[in-house]
């Protein structure tokens, strides 16, 4: 669903009242420390963990003491008296957190994590404050490294099946990856059979990065999505596919943002740099006994990614190609490898970092229509990475993205 910025002023009553809430363990904080939060912070990112910041005031003007960091005991900290509770508050690792963002009556959850960094600031000028941050579940997936093979399988199932294996060593039943993964149907039918696929002593998020980046694919970490067919999708989930600008868990909503109206601040960069007009992959048949040389140029139909930039090109003379030699075992698969990495390529051609109002439900992965900015500028970005901060000036999303796809529908944002 196409949104403008005008349509969602109406549905948050016009950007008035601007809240947050953290839950720790399923609770809310306290009243009076909820008080002592001066600023939250979420970011995300498609190639990174997303990740927390709770800036809080660590400062008793009344007592003269620290409020969470600083005038602690050995008795405060192993629970043993009536201030451990607040003392122990924020201390990494033993606690599962929820930051929720958004506007009066409309909190969007914006990640589950765990504390993991406590980093208080003792100045000789201003008050005290600490900073507590936390990161989403991936940071638990670099636990234990393991080797595996497959044969005949597609990097989708592969990716699929991962979720799916035990590790006997840590007792009967016991999962190594913890979340389930899902796949997209219609690019795993569009991949081809591997005949032999190695992991070799790599934790399983750092494999199945390289898997992605292989195919142009990216991951992160879904919300749960109740309303999918898909059961694997009704929890956190992590996703392995094509950027879709699908969020579940949140509205299925693309922004539609307009420079000088509802984006406050927008700077793209256009660049030919490393531009190449083809991509050469090498490979081999094993079972025809033969070399595989596949080329894939602008010119091919599937690279429809910036088409309206692809004659700046020309204008440009950019390098020809570039070769690679891959241990891709069939024309189809080397086809597909030499277009991923062309597009790969091409989409770093526009790249763009901007500033918006508050919205809970812009986040990476998704994608935004960009309107005002001309010919080379509008179109569609794919988000990479977000930063959303609240605070006593208000709610802001920044947001760094790249054009992947030209033409907006008329109107203003």
């Known amino acids: 669903m196409i949104q403008t910025l005008r349509d969602e002023s109406i549905r948050q009553d016009g950007f008035y009242v601007p809240q947050f809430e953290v839950r720790i363990e399923g609770v809310g904080l306290p009243r009076n420390v909820l008080r002592d939060v ?10 990174e963990i997303d990740s927390l910041e709770l800036t809080i005031n660590n400062w008793d003007a009344a007592t003269r003491r620290f409020k969470y960091v600083g005038d602690e005991s050995p008795a405060d900290l192993k629970g043993s008296t009536k201030d451990s509770d607040r003392y122990r508050l924020f201390d990494p690792c033993n606690k599962q957190v929820e930051l929720w963002m958004g506007y009066a009556g409309d909190l969007r959850l914006m990640i589950r994590a765990t504390f993991t960094t406590l980093e208080p600031t003792f100045t000789g000028g201003g008050a005290p404050t600490l900073a507590v941050r936390g990161l989403n579940v991936l940071h638990q997936l670099r636990r234990k490294q393991y080797s595996h093979t ?5 990097d989708s199932d592969i990716a699929r099946e991962i979720a799916t294996l035990e590790d006997k ?7 190594r990856f913890p979340l389930p993964i899902v796949i997209n149907e219609k690019a795993r039918n569009d991949e081809d059979p591997l005949p032999y696929v190695a992991q070799k002593n790599q934790y399983d998020i750092d494999f199945l990065l390289v898997r992605a980046l292989r195919l142009g694919y990216v991951i992160y970490v879904r919300e749960p999505d109740k309303t999918s067919k898909n059961p694997d999708e009704h929890k956190a989930h992590l996703y392995f596919g094509p950027s879709d600008g699908r969020v579940p868990g949140m509205r299925d909503v693309e922004f539609r943002l307009r420079w000088g109206v509802s984006l ?7 660049t030919t740099a490393n531009q190449v007009k083809t991509v050469t992959v090498n490979g081999w048949d094993p079972s025809k006994k033969k070399a595989i040389t596949v080329k894939a140029s602008l010119d091919d139909k599937e690279m429809n990614i ?10 440009c003379d950019p390098r020809e190609e570039i070769v690679v030699d891959k241990p891709v075992h069939s024309e189809k698969e080397a086809k597909r490898l030499a277009q991923a990495i062309l597009k790969d390529r091409h989409k770093e051609m526009v790249k763009a970092s901007g500033t918006t109002v508050g ?8 994608k935004v229509q960009i309107e005002g900015l001309g010919a080379r500028f509008n179109g569609t970005y794919f988000v990479t990475d977000t930063v ?4 006593d000036s208000g709610y802001l999303t920044r947001f760094n993205a790249r054009r992947e796809v030209t033409g907006v529908l008329e109107g203003l944002a």
């Open 38 to 47: 001066v600023q939250v912070t979420y970011k995300d990112n498609i190639k």
């Open 150 to 154: 497959w044969g005949a399988k597609r």
């Open 169 to 175: 060593s840590l007792g009967k039943h016991h999962k």
């Open 264 to 270: 406050t601040e927008f700077k793209p960069t256009l």
């Open 306 to 315: 910036n088409k309206d930039l692809h004659e700046l090109l020309n204008v």
């Open 359 to 366: 919205l809970p439900d812009l986040r990476a992965g998704r």
């Open 388 to 391: 959303h901060t609240l605070n």
